[in-house]
């Protein structure tokens, strides 16, 4: 990794910053080695987000070169996260029934549950680390439900998003890393194969076999998607939820009185330290012009999301850089994306952190830093996630 790429990974807002008031296009050279171009400002990313020109699909890379992000073998590579339609309608259509806004909010008793069994493992004062004793063990067994993966199944996830989104993993890792999970998955569809039940998994395991709606590389594509992506963007939404709260005691205590909405939380934390530093990658399908730079067809685009949620020309009431439930516009981040790429999972992912703050500071009102200087993030240019998160239950507020 380049010394550039290296700290923007180490502090992607103090970086993304200044390169966003240096211009609002820069080339950049990404940590594979190959050239990029950045879009840094909130109107071109927005634009760029809906911008039909810029195309998902590795087709539309420049032959022999171009960013083409992980190594997947095509069986996991197959996903939405590749694809414009009419492919892209075509498999988004099969796996939006589950996360319409009517399907999620009847997901809540059992979120609920999920974490107070979690919560209920905890001491009265004890430390705890909230992002691997709560987020990422709340958040995996959300998807892990909504999918029907057995619990005994459910292990290696942690270390394996780990290696693929931190930036100490070297190839040979990384291929260690996908041959684990493309054997996980051959494993799971073929349990579902042979004892279907009610879960989405299922549900897409019959429309691939049955309907013929969709490739086997596409059923395990989308299985792999949804997984890997429903749990690592929502357990850092998460933990990064309960540090925003955690780092102000008279926020924390407006939240346990209620004259906070936990919802408004969410959804600035959203925006402030969203789960996505960069949208997925686009090509150019043509010569394309963005913010006065004229962007060769084939090459690669990255939209930086988080410059885009901090920029003082779009975020004017509050200072961007400051977190404040109580601004105006609280939706208008661009965290989720936008258009026909927007996140799939984007109510349910707001639903879990709402219903993870709910049932912790309900529980534990006194919730507090154990050691704040060891909330610390970790390091990547693709995701903003915390590598811990220690505190103290405690009964009342401290």
């Known amino acids: 990794m380049s010394d550039a790429a290296r700290l923007m990974a180490e502090d992607p807002h103090g970086v993304g910053a ?14 594979d080695g190959s050239a990029a171009w950045l879009v840094t400002r909130y109107a071109d990313v927005q634009a760029a987000l809906v911008d039909p020109r810029l195309s998902l699909s590795k087709r539309h890379a420049a032959p022999g070169g171009g960013y083409r992000g ?14 414009d339609p009419p492919d892209h309608t075509r498999l988004r259509r099969l796996a939006g029934h589950a996360f319409t806004a009517r399907r999620v909010a009847e997901l809540r008793p059992g979120l609920e549950d999920a974490a107070r069994q979690l919560a209920d493992g905890f001491g009265t004062d004890g430390p705890v680390d909230l992002v691997d004793d709560f987020a990422t063990p709340y958040a995996v067994q959300v998807i892990c439900r909504i ?12 270390a394996w998003t780990t290696g693929l989104l931190g930036t100490g993993a070297d190839a040979e890792e990384m291929r260690r890393i996908v041959a684990e999970m493309y054997a996980f998955f051959v494993r799971l569809i073929a349990d579902k194969r042979a004892r279907p039940g009610t879960d989405l998994l299922s549900v897409l395991v019959t429309a691939r076999d049955a309907d013929d709606r969709l490739s086997e590389d596409e059923l395990m594509s989308l299985a792999f998607l949804l997984l890997f992506a429903g749990y690592e ?47 997925i990658r686009r ?14 067809a084939g090459e690669t685009v990255m939209l930086s999301i988080a410059t885009a ?10 200072d961007p850089d400051a977190f404040a439930p109580e601004r105006r516009d609280l939706t208008a981040h661009l965290s989720f994306g936008q258009g026909i790429h ?4 984007a109510p349910l992912a707001r639903l879990e952190a709402e219903v993870a703050l709910r049932v912790l500071f309900e529980r534990f009102p006194g919730l507090r830093f154990d050691d704040a200087e060891s909330a610390e993030w970790r390091p990547s240019l693709r995701v903003r996630g915390l590598a811990s998160l220690p505190a103290r239950t405690g009964a009342a507020p401290g």
């Open 18 to 31: 200044a390169l966003r008031e240096a211009g609002p296009v820069h080339k950049i050279t990404l940590p």
């Open 233 to 279: 963007n929502s357990a850092n939404l998460i933990a990064s939820s309960l540090r925003a709260v955690l780092a102000d005691p008279e926020l924390r205590d407006a939240v346990v009185a209620g004259r906070t909405p936990v919802a408004d939380v969410v959804e600035e934390v959203a925006r402030h330290e969203s789960p996505a530093l960069l949208a």
């Open 309 to 318: 949620n901090r920029d003082p020309r779009r975020f004017t009431d509050v």
């Open 342 to 345: 927007y996140c799939i999972g």
């Open 70 to 83: 992980f190594s997947l073998p095509p069986a996991l590579d197959a996903n939405l996260l590749n694809m």
């Open 147 to 158: 999918l029907g993966v057995p619990e005994e199944s459910r292990s290696g996830f942690r």
């Open 283 to 296: 090509f150019a399908r043509e010569e394309v012009r963005i913010a006065g730079t004229d962007i060769p």
